[in-house]
């Protein structure tokens, strides 16, 4: 988009946001109103119409009329917001973006730009940040970077998700679902408790997939299935007035088939020139249809295969495994009429087996094997105060502590007359601390300031290990590797660490002018960063020591809230304005030195500015009928792109300033209705919606082969309720959009990419019981 263009677009959205809500004014026939939305973005309970923030949230009905799978079937009520599965690993690895920041990779070196927040817990990762959609109570979305009161790696925004606390009293909920593809689904909640000061929240959940979205065509065998399990233990305790403790433990496992991928290779890439792997057409993938697969993994074609665990005759077995432990303490604590304490502690683990198959073709020319591990431990103290005066606060305390390991192998065929084993080891370890503040002073009894910031100080340890030089022991390599040949070569190294510190301040500053009871407008700047590193993907020396910066968002925004026809309508637009500086770019590159071909080098390359709109509107039309809209307009450009793409003493300056962003389409939008109405005895519910994806590219390089054209996605569900009973039938995709979820342009050897699922539907009955 050009920036006349969109200039055009802001001034036409700032037209509408003025315009709009005066002429959907309608006369209250009855004392109807729209549910008031409560949201927690700052860290509290706040109705969304007094928030200066751009907050899009879903209420726990409104989640289970979708009947999502996971966090990806529930942003459809938030614009200029883009959620894939990378398909590049187990467990879910989120692509997260928000006005067009986020970030695209497996690797965990690889800090979050969208912060995925679990009942208040950040998780580190991309990998199992596909928050599963069970027993949610809450979905927002925070849009903008949230350098305040989240801190580091939520330069985009936040996704939050908040589950339901235990009742206190017996009750609950259990459903069981069947779908296409012989998908079913068991899962439920048990409250049980003394009614007053003590209950205990029971939940567990099997899905399974027994057929996959993929054939085959080189094994005949359908790719893609999965199960998943988990179970969690929620306490809660009111040991005295005013003090709440509550435990949580939950305990997931996932058991899937390995990343289905498609190899969408073409001329002037290797794999298609010498080995003849080339695509029909820049849509069309290898095999000839997305939903034709042709992988055959690295057991199956190595002699004697290399885990003796898996299946030597070519199949794609359930090999690939992800387990999740989330642990967690809360504490809630009012000390007096005008302070609250709030601490969480928590402890997140997850370990993963996967062998994949990424050059997408029945012959091996790459493939891996990423057995790897994460932890993380976090604490956060927070004094709430508020006095019931002008002056009202958060203040608190952040520490973080992290490490990840991985032990990659990586098989390489497409180089020399056998196959090579390249081993690498990382280790990570990663530790921040944080102080913070925002609060808010009513200047006048309709104006309002928020002041905030945070300072933090991250540090990051790195040990890499590559294949041994020659004439070296072999012996320096862990023992997972012990039954791996040795290989040599001066382009390999030895073991070798390097840490480095980084610090930032990130303010923040918002001014809240209320016109009347139901219109209030805003402006605010506030600041994110997203933390430096190390690279987890390396080639040399050189590469697995070289640290790379933080990257800062600075956000100008300003936003207008209202409400009208006796609260009937909800109409919410905001403009936004954000300089972006020293982005941190993942380049893929050939490499002469990495036996892969290929190398992932990490620098702050970019600056680019961001502006857009967004627009938000609620209507409750009729008694039972409420219908809600989204139009997210952006336009993300690079001011300046260059890369060094020589070696030492020989620089190669590339610019890359005419690139599009990834995951920024120029529009979305999003509209669905639920009507509810009684038939008989019982309630009929009915939802649908349509959620609109202008093109836009998901592979840095925008190469053709991997651009995604407008998509249009509808989703639908029906609902008959009958005495705590409930039998429903739902169908999602159904216009069978066969989008790219993730396209990956690997340094000239080929393309591989993944689609969205196809068009599904199921049926589900459940009932709720007690209170």
């Keep these: 988009m050009t920036k006349t263009a969109s200039r055009s677009l802001l001034t036409l959205a700032l037209t509408i946001s003025v315009v709009l809500p005066a002429s959907t004014v309608i006369a209250a026939e009855d004392e109807m109103v729209l549910e008031e939305i409560v949201v927690t973005a700052r860290k509290r309970e706040e109705s969304l119409q007094d928030l200066a923030l751009s907050v899009s949230a879903l209420s726990q009905q409104e989640i289970e009329a979708n009947f999502a799978t996971d966090v990806r079937d529930l942003i459809h009520m938030s614009p200029n917001t883009v959620i894939d599965d990378t398909n590049q690993g187990p467990g879910g690895v989120a692509a997260a973006y928000i006005r067009g920041i986020g970030v695209s990779e497996v690797e965990k070196n690889f800090d979050p730009a969208v912060g995925v927040v679990v009942d208040?817990?950040?998780?580190?990762?991309?990998?199992g940040s596909l928050t599963r959609a069970i027993d949610l109570e809450r979905v927002e979305v925070i849009r903008g970077p949230q350098g305040t009161l989240f801190g580091r790696n939520t330069i985009g925004g936040v996704v939050?998700?908040?589950?339901?606390?235990?009742?206190?009293?017996?009750?609950?909920?259990a459903r069981i679902s069947y779908g296409d593809y012989d998908t079913s689904l068991?899962?439920?909640?048990?409250?049980?408790?003394?009614e007053e000061n003590f209950g205990v929240k029971l939940s567990g959940t099997f899905h399974e997939q027994d057929e996959g979205f993929f054939d085959n065509i080189a094994t005949g065998r359908d790719d893609g299935r999965s199960e998943y399990t988990s179970f969690g233990v929620n306490v809660l305790w009111l040991p005295t007035d005013g003090l709440e403790l509550e435990w949580t433990s939950v305990i997931e496992e996932?058991?899937?088939?390995?990343?289905?991928?498609?190899n969408v290779g073409q001329p002037g890439q290797l794999f298609c020139d010498a080995f003849g792997f080339c695509s029909p057409s820049t849509s069309t993938p290898v095999t000839g249809d997305r939903y034709d697969n042709a992988q055959v993994f690295a057991g199956a074609l190595l002699p004697g295969g290399i885990d003796p665990g898996f299946d030597h005759n070519g199949l794609s077995p359930s090999d690939t495994t992800f387990d999740a432990d989330t642990h967690q303490l809360e504490v809630r604590w009012e000390l007096n009429d005008s302070w609250t304490l709030d601490y969480i502690g928590a402890s997140w683990e997850t370990e993963e087996e996967v062998i994949s198959d990424w050059d997408a073709v029945p012959e091996l020319l790459f493939h891996t094997d990423r057995p790897a591990e994460y932890e993380q431990i976090t604490h956060e103290l927070r004094f709430t105060y508020d006095g019931g005066g002008k002056l009202r606060g958060t203040v608190g305390a952040y520490y973080w502590d992290s490490e990840y390991e991985i032990r990659l192998l990586s098989w390489i065929g497409f180089a020399i007359p056998s196959v090579l084993e390249l081993p690498q080891f990382t280790n990570q370890d990663s530790e921040s601390w944080a102080v913070f503040f925002e609060g808010d002073y009513d200047l006048t009894d309709n104006l309002m300031l928020t002041l905030g910031a945070r300072y933090t100080e991250d540090d990051k340890e790195t040990t890499q290990r590559g294949v041994v030089p020659c004439g070296q022991a072999a012996a320096t390599f862990p023992a997972a590797y012990a039954g791996i040949p040795a290989l040599c070569g001066a382009n390999f190294f030895t073991p070798i660490s390097n840490d480095e510190t980084w610090d930032e301040f990130t303010p923040k500053v918002a001014l809240t002018y209320r016109a009347s009871e139901d219109q209030m407008f805003y402006g605010q700047y506030s600041r994110g960063y997203r933390a430096g590193g190390f690279n987890g993907r390396v080639d040399a020396v050189e590469?697995?020591?070289?640290p790379y910066d933080p990257e800062t968002v600075d956000n100008f925004e300003v936003g207008y809230r209202s409400q009208w026809a006796d609260r009937r309508v909800?109409?919410?637009a905001t403009l936004f304005?954000?300089?972006?500086?020293?982005?941190?770019?993942e380049i893929q590159q050939p490499s002469a030195t990495s036996g892969t071909g290929q190398v992932t080098r990490v620098v702050n390359a970019s600056d680019a500015t961001i502006q857009g709109a967004e627009i938000e509107l609620a209507w409750l039309a009729t008694d039972g009928l409420t219908i809600r809209a989204n139009l997210g307009l952006l336009d993300a450009e690079y001011d300046k792109f260059e890369v060094d793409a020589g070696t030492p003493g020989s620089p190669i300056i590339q610019d890359f300033s005419d690139l599009d962003f990834r995951r920024a389409p120029d529009v979305t939008f999003g509209i669905n209705a639920d009507y509810r109405w009684s038939i008989g005895e019982g309630m009929g519910y009915l939802w649908a919606g349509m959620r609109y994806l202008d093109d836009h590219e998901v592979d840095f390089a925008n190469k053709p082969e991997l651009t995604n054209d407008s998509q249009t996605l509808f989703d639908a569900s029906f609902t008959y309720e009958y005495q705590g009973w409930y039998a429903s039938v739902f169908g999602r995709n159904l216009s069978d959009e066969d989008g790219y979820q993730i396209g990956f342009d690997v340094a000239g050897l080929w393309s591989y990419a993944a689609p969205r699922a196809p068009r599904t539907w199921g049926v589900e009955v459940g009932f709720n019981f007690g209170n």
């Design 254 to 262: 996932t058991e899937e088939d390995t990343n289905i991928l498609l």
């Design 120 to 127: 208040g817990v950040f998780l580190g990762t991309m990998s």
């Design 543 to 546: 590469t697995a020591i070289a």
């Design 186 to 194: 068991i899962d439920g909640v048990v409250n049980f408790g003394n």
């Design 577 to 585: 304005h954000m300089s972006y500086e020293d982005k941190q770019e």
């Design 160 to 173: 939050q998700l908040e589950r339901s606390r235990p009742t206190m009293t017996f009750g609950g909920k």
């Design 570 to 572: 909800t109409f919410n």
